[in-house]
C-alpha cells in the first residue's frame, strides 16, 4: 500500500459528515468518537495555519502536538494565540472535550447517549465554523 499522507481538511470534513450521519440514527458512540476526530483534524489543520511545524511527510513534528481532540483544544491556543491572524478564531475557554478520550472507542455503546453525544456535537460544531471561516479567509486552502 503507498504512502498516505495526512490531510486534516479533508479528514476533518469526513469525521463531521459520517459523525451527523450516525447521530441522525441514533448511533451515539460512534458518533461521538467521530465527532473527537473532527474536532482534532479540525484543529490540527488550524494549527497548520497558524504555524505548527510538520515532518515532511506532514505530521506533527513536535510530540506534544501529536494528541486527540481532549489535548488538541489544548495545543490549539499555543498556535493561535501567537499568530497575528488568530485573533479572530479562538475557540471557548471551556473545553467541551476535556472528558473525551480517544480509548473510549473501546467502551460499550451503552456508555452513551444522546445528551453525552450532544456536547461533543456543539464542540464540533464550533470548531467545524473555525474551519469554514479560514476557508473563506483564505488561511487554510
Same mark, same amino acid.
Given at each position: ?13 469526513? =469525521? ?8 441522525? #440514527?441514533?448511533?451515539?458512540? /460512534?458518533?461521538? =468518537?467521530? @465527532? ?7 484543529? $490540527?489543520?488550524?494549527? !497548520? #495555519?497558524?504555524?505548527?511545524?510538520? *515532518? *515532511?511527510?506532514?505530521?506533527? $513534528? ?11 483544544? &489544548?495545543? @490549539?491556543?499555543? @498556535?493561535?494565540? +501567537? ?5 479572530? @478564531?479562538?475557540?471557548? *475557554? *471551556? /473545553?467541551?472535550? #476535556?472528558?473525551?478520550?480517544?480509548? %473510549?472507542?473501546?467502551?460499550? %455503546?451503552? /456508555? ?6 450532544? &456536547?461533543?456535537?456543539?464542540?464540533? #460544531? !464550533?470548531?467545524? +465554523?473555525?474551519?469554514? $471561516?479560514?476557508? !473563506? ?5
Amino acid at each position: 500500500m503507498p504512502s498516505m499522507n495526512p490531510d486534516f481538511l479533508d479528514a476533518h470534513h469526513r =469525521h463531521w459528515d459520517d459523525a451527523e450521519r450516525l447521530f441522525e #440514527a441514533s448511533r451515539w458512540a /460512534n458518533a461521538d =468518537h467521530l @465527532y473527537g476526530m473532527s474536532v482534532e483534524c479540525g484543529l $490540527k489543520r488550524l494549527m !497548520i #495555519a497558524f504555524g505548527m511545524p510538520l *515532518t *515532511t511527510s506532514g505530521d506533527p $513534528k513536535r510530540d506534544i502536538d501529536r494528541v486527540h481532540a481532549d489535548q488538541a483544544w &489544548i495545543r @490549539y491556543e499555543t @498556535y493561535r494565540s +501567537g499568530h497575528p491572524g488568530g485573533a479572530g @478564531y479562538s475557540l471557548p *475557554t *471551556t /473545553n467541551p472535550f #476535556a472528558t473525551w478520550h480517544i480509548s %473510549q472507542r473501546y467502551a460499550h %455503546q451503552s /456508555n452513551f447517549d444522546q445528551s453525552h453525544t450532544n &456536547i461533543h456535537r456543539n464542540g464540533a #460544531a !464550533i470548531v467545524r +465554523g473555525l474551519v469554514q $471561516k479560514a476557508l !473563506i479567509e483564505g488561511l487554510v486552502v
